[in-house]
């Protein structure tokens, strides 16, 4: 797949420039458009992952089959649980890691709600019916850090967040930990009631 070719196509039909990485020669990594990239440690592979932007853009479309349930799916019974597994690669050009759909149906029977486990935001509460089952669901450990199948485990392995919360959890690499999300929205919370108190200078 001649990814290069393909962005160079995409910002010339675009009126605004795109954002890229730059090269120390000054050209721009054209594929940091679409994909985060790193050299994995201790091997010669180089691990591609689609930007978590593209990958909601993605879901949201028509393109992928991507399951989304109207009402929070039932507990599975313990004696009916079975095996999940998740991050089997595929050889195919770009790797790609597969998504288990019962693994996000236990995680959310797991928790027994479609609200953001970090920020609390619920897309019902705030759009009515049009918002109902919205949730994206966080692998706390990247598959793309895993490169292997590996047994998931809904109750620890994933986590329902909202996809602003989901996008902030990827602006880092590696990702951020849940809880480092969580302090930093903590202190944005005490600085903007600090800033709404601060006394007001006289006009």
Same mark, same amino acid.
């Given at each position: 797949?001649?990814?290069?070719?393909?962005?160079?196509?995409?910002?010339?039909?675009?009126?605004?420039?795109?954002?890229?990485?730059? #090269?120390?020669?000054?050209?721009?990594?054209?594929?940091?458009?679409?994909?985060?990239?790193?050299?994995?440690?201790?091997?010669?592979?180089?691990?591609?992952?689609?930007?978590?932007?593209?990958?909601?853009?993605?879901?949201?479309?028509?393109?992928?089959?991507?399951?989304?349930?109207?009402?929070?799916?039932?507990?599975?019974?313990?004696?009916?649980? #079975?095996?999940?597994?998740?991050?089997?690669?595929?050889?195919?050009?770009?790797?790609?890691?597969? #998504?288990?759909?019962?693994?996000?149906?236990?995680?959310?029977?797991?928790?027994?709600?479609?609200?953001?486990?970090?920020?609390?935001?619920?897309?019902?509460?705030?759009?009515?019916?049009?918002?109902?089952?919205?949730?994206?669901?966080?692998?706390?450990?990247?598959?793309?850090?895993?490169?292997?199948?590996?047994?998931?485990?809904?109750?620890?392995?994933?986590?329902?967040?909202?996809?602003?919360?989901?996008?902030?959890?990827?602006?880092?690499?590696?990702?951020?930990?849940?809880?480092?999300?969580?302090?930093?929205?903590?202190?944005?919370?005490?600085?903007?009631?600090?800033?709404?108190?601060?006394?007001?200078?006289?006009?």
């Amino acid at each position: 797949m001649r990814v290069g070719e393909y962005v160079k196509r995409i910002a010339a039909a675009r009126a605004e420039p795109l954002r890229f990485e730059f #090269r120390s020669n000054g050209k721009p990594y054209w594929w940091t458009l679409l994909f985060n990239g790193w050299e994995q440690a201790g091997t010669s592979y180089f691990i591609w992952q689609l930007k978590p932007e593209l990958c909601q853009a993605l879901e949201q479309s028509a393109l992928l089959d991507v399951p989304e349930t109207d009402t929070l799916p039932e507990a599975i019974p313990a004696a009916e649980e #079975r095996q999940l597994y998740e991050g089997a690669k595929k050889s195919i050009t770009v790797n790609a890691y597969e #998504r288990n759909a019962k693994a996000r149906q236990q995680c959310l029977a797991h928790y027994q709600s479609y609200d953001c486990q970090i920020c609390g935001f619920n897309f019902e509460r705030a759009y009515g019916e049009l918002g109902r089952g919205r949730i994206d669901v966080h692998h706390i450990v990247p598959l793309a850090n895993i490169a292997q199948s590996y047994r998931v485990n809904p109750a620890t392995d994933l986590l329902p967040v909202c996809p602003n919360c989901h996008a902030m959890l990827h602006r880092r690499n590696p990702p951020l930990s849940v809880d480092e999300l969580k302090a930093l929205l903590a202190e944005q919370g005490r600085l903007s009631q600090e800033a709404n108190h601060a006394p007001q200078a006289d006009g």
